[in-house]
């Protein structure tokens, strides 16, 4: 959370990225090995799950149970039933969703999205390799 004046708010995704403030703000929270690093610095390679959002939503079951077997809790179909709607993962909570859902998808321009690419890449393929996933698995 940014706190403070925010002129960057309800400007254009694009926009955004091209504000060096703003894509200050965007850029590293996308570098997930960067990130891990810091947590890895502390922490063994097995206390830390990682578990992409794209296998989280094609298995949620599957997903769940390994974050529920990862934190030594019971991780059967019993105890991860009551985690989904429907068989999917719950889109609130209690605490609300506070318009996540409603958020479109950004329309980037071409360029824009080269450059974003190339700057992530490196890293995303980095941190693709240490979960086991093919480097190119995002098509970056």
Same mark, same amino acid.
């Given at each position: 959370h940014v706190a403070g004046d925010r002129p960057w708010r309800h400007r254009d995704f694009a926009d955004l990225l091209r504000d060096p403030v703003g894509r200050g703000l965007i850029l590293p929270a996308s570098l997930?090995?960067?990130r891990l690093q810091e947590w890895r610095a502390h922490f %063994? @390679?097995?206390a830390i799950?990682?578990?992409t959002l794209e296998d989280l939503t094609a298995? %949620?079951?599957?997903?769940l149970a390994r974050v529920l077997a990862h934190l030594g809790l019971p991780a059967g179909p019993s105890d991860v039933a009551p985690l989904l709607e @429907?068989?999917?993962?719950?889109?609130?909570?209690e605490a609300g969703s506070k318009g996540r859902a409603l958020v479109p998808r950004p329309d980037w321009p071409p360029a824009l999205r080269a450059a974003v690419a190339a700057r992530i890449a490196p890293d995303a393929r980095a941190f693709?390799?240490?979960i086991g996933k093919p480097e190119d698995a995002w098509g970056l």
């Open positions: 997930y090995w960067t %063994p @390679d097995g799950l990682c578990l298995e %949620p079951a599957a997903g @429907d068989g999917r993962l719950i889109r609130s909570n693709l390799r240490h």
